[in-house]
């Protein structure tokens, strides 16, 4: 049977173009400095994300479909968890260095398969129960060194509060991929991209009274520069999808720990310790074996259909 993918190299071009433009927006909104709200900060991420978004989706000719939802209700609470998760992950990405913030982040789909047990009912067998628990301990090596900081107060404590952050939004980001795993069983992608996009702008909008920042105009060029790489970003990942299984590109996320190793050495003189690199490896490996394990298990599903046997 040939796969419905026809071109597993150029989803990984995209999704490598998709990892590189991220770092591209954490490195702008690291370079804004950290006197910035984070409700300020997901405004611009997510705002100035619509513009490019909503051109692809013209030139596509899908941008009136995406407009239509046959769940509103379910697209509030993605966006709600999600923009609260961003505001976690943004504050953390703004007082750590940024490896470590990318690193911590990496603890988001190890959550996501243990929300999947609870919540949707998958079946999650040892292996991966494994993964997770690896995982998880990768991630506590990563974090240690950070959390020990909290007694000597100033800018270690807010290192350590950043560290906490990240773990939060981490386990928000779990929640909202739930969320997103609903949604697409009755919703276009491009839809759940366009809803998120305005519901995480309005959030943050609201927060405006709540300690925004008078910014100067390099600080306001950084940000929206952050926002147009986020939807650039959100659109080169859809891309990748559409030309590769998500278990051929999803792998190739971790190319950025690399690169945010490279740029938080050159731009912002980060150098990563031993419990980094150690934590981050062990955290990978377990991301890899669940992405393997993943694909295996749908390969399995596939044949059984094939063979007209029950669904796993």
């Known amino acids: 049977m040939q796969s419905a993918f026809g071109n597993p190299l150029r989803g990984i071009a995209f999704k490598v173009a998709s990892v590189v433009v991220f770092l591209g927006m954490q490195t702008f909104i690291k370079l804004g400095g950290t006197n910035i709200a984070p409700g300020q900060v997901t405004f611009y991420r997510s705002f100035f994300a619509l513009f490019p978004i909503m051109a692809y989706l013209a030139y596509r000719g899908q941008l009136k479909a995406a407009f239509y939802t046959a769940n509103p209700i379910g697209h509030l609470k993605r966006g709600t968890i999600g923009i609260v998760s961003m505001g976690f992950g943004f504050y953390g990405l703004l007082h750590l260095p940024l490896p470590e913030a ?54 270690e404590a807010e290192q350590a509060v950043g560290a906490i952050c990240v773990l939060i939004a981490a386990v928000l ?37 709540f300690g925004w920042a008078s910014l100067e105009l390099r600080t306001v060029l950084l940000l929206v520069a952050a926002g147009f790489c986020g939807g650039v970003a959100q659109i080169l990942l859809t891309e990748s999808y559409r030309h590769a299984e998500v278990s051929t590109v999803a792998p190739f996320e971790y190319t950025s720990i690399l690169l945010g190793g490279i740029v938080g050495y050159f731009v912002f003189g980060d150098v990563p310790g031993g419990h980094m690199m150690v934590g981050t490896a062990i955290v990978i490996a377990a991301g890899i074996f669940i992405i393997y394990r993943e694909h295996q298990l749908g390969l399995e599903r596939r044949r059984a259909r094939q063979a007209g046997g029950p669904k796993t």
């Open 173 to 209: 980001g779990g929640m909202a991929m739930i969320q997103v795993r609903k949604l697409v069983e009755e919703e276009r992608t491009a839809t759940i991209v366009l809803y998120f996009s305005i519901i995480a702008s309005l959030f943050s909008l609201a927060t405006l009274p």
């Open 102 to 155: 990318i690193a911590l982040g990496y603890a988001m789909p190890l959550v996501a398969v243990i929300f999947a047990a609870v919540f949707l009912g998958e079946t999650v067998r040892i292996y991966r129960w494994s993964a997770v628990f690896f995982g998880m301990v990768g991630v506590a090596i990563v974090s240690w060194p950070k959390l020990t900081l909290f007694r000597q107060g100033g800018m």
